[in-house]
Every structure is written in C-alpha cells, then in structure tokens.
T-cell receptor, first 111, second 114 residues
Framework: SQQGEEDPQALSIQEGENATMNCSYKTSINNLQWYRQNSGRGLVHLILIRSNEREKHSGRLRVTLDTSKKSSSLLITASRAADTASYFCAAFLNRDDKIIFGKGTRLHILP | EAGVTQSPTHLIKTRGQQVTLRCSPISGHTSVYWYQQALGLGLQFLLWYDEGEERNRGNFPPRFSGRQFPNYSSELNVNALELEDSALYLC?????????????FGDGTRLSIL
C-alpha cells in the first residue's frame, strides 16, 4: 500500500501566489522527503524533514510534519513559472528501507 | 560532479521481448535503486542494490531482475515484456554510509511496449 498520498492531485495557481500541497502516510516514519519532477525527467530532491522535526525551511519552501496526524505539507511561496512540475512526497520507514512515493501533485503556475 | 546517468533514454520493444536498462551512479555512491513510473502514476519501488548485493525488492514478478557490478553501476533486466511494462524506469543512487541522505535520480529510460 502507498505510504505517501499527496493532496490535491492537481493544482493551478497564478504566478506569485503560494502553493500548498499535502501528504499523508500510514505508518511510523524515520523521515519524509519531498521531490520535484519536471515533465519526463528524473526527480530532484527538495527537502528532508526528520520525524523529530516539525518545520523546516529552504529558500521559498516550507515543510511541516505532524507525526500525530501522519501528515506533511509543502508550501511554495511566491510561485514562479519554473515551479510548474509534479511534486512527490516519499516516506522512509528507516535508514535504508524502500522509499514509498505517492502519486504526486501536479502543480501548474499560470502566467 | 557527474550525476546519475541512464541508458538508453528511449526504447521501443514488442511483447515477449527482453530488455536491459543501464545505470551509472554518482561517483562514490554504493547504493542503486530502480523504480517504475507508469504514465500518470507515482513511483513504484523495484529493486535496491548495495555493494553488489540485492538488499530489497518491490512487489514485482521475477521477470524483473537486475545486478550491480563491482564499479557500482547496475542493470535492470525485464524478460517476457508485457504491454503494462510501458513506463519510465528511473534509477537513483545514494551513498549508504552518509546517513539519512536523499537519493539522486537519473532522467530515466522511457520504455514503450508495442
């Protein structure tokens, strides 16, 4: 079964607005990571948040983790056209276990 | 630093054929992971190799197999191809000794089965 389930499946916003994507998982995790995938390309790692962390920032990205609700959110502030991509969360059960990816959120930034 | 490289970039096969996909990890990375991404779907974990050994395997039939070479490069073999094997196959590498590090992905091999 999928550990990571992103919500929404698709999101279209105006350039400059903030985009929020959510991820839910089913069991205890060691850490959770967010990746971006441009069309037809490989995944690019964005940010990792450990299970003992609640919030993390990287540039225009802000990730939160609520282990009691088994959920995470990714916020992209001041969106740009280049942010158009699919975003995936990946749950890590322990150090080197299988990565379980969700189906992703397709983000489209409108000019 | 060169990234993860995969070859070929595109491949067209017919049902019943066999295919071999190749992956070269980032220099110094000992772990290689393979994923299948069917159109519109998320990534499904296929295989994980580290130090030449298969460490974990996803829920795929035995006709999906692979190996890792002494230089840490890896091959994914798929036998008796079926239409539903059409997908983007992604390889990722990581240095297992560096703790909780992210995986680094190649751009994949797009396999089309006719």
């Amino acid at each position: 079964s999928q550990q990571g389930e992103e919500d929404p499946q698709a999101l279209s916003i105006q350039e400059g607005e903030n985009a929020t994507m959510n991820c839910s998982y089913k069991t205890s995790i060691n850490n959770l990571q967010w990746y971006r995938q441009n069309s037809g390309r490989g995944l690019v790692h964005l940010i990792l948040i450990r299970s003992n962390e609640r919030e993390k920032h990287s540039g225009r990205l802000r990730v939160t983790l609520d282990t009691s609700k088994k959920s995470s959110s990714l916020l992209i502030t001041a969106s740009r056209a280049a942010d158009t991509a699919s975003y995936f969360c990946a749950a890590f059960l322990n150090r080197d276990d299988k990565i379980i990816f969700g189906k992703g959120t397709r983000l489209h930034i409108l000019p | 630093e060169a990234g993860v490289t995969q070859s070929p970039t595109h491949l067209i096969k017919t049902r019943g054929q066999q295919v071999t996909l190749r992956c070269s990890p980032i220099s110094g990375h000992t772990s290689v992971y393979w994923y299948q991404q069917a159109l519109g779907l998320g990534l499904q974990f296929l295989l994980w190799y580290d130090e030449g050994e298969e460490r974990n395997r996803g829920n795929f039939p035995p006709r999906f197999s692979g190996r890792q070479f002494p230089n840490y490069s890896s091959e994914l073999n798929v036998n008796a191809l079926e239409l539903e094997d059409s997908a983007l196959y992604l390889c990722a590498s990581k240095n297992r000794d560096r703790g909780y590090q992210p995986q680094h992905f190649g751009d994949g091999t797009r396999l089309s089965i006719l």
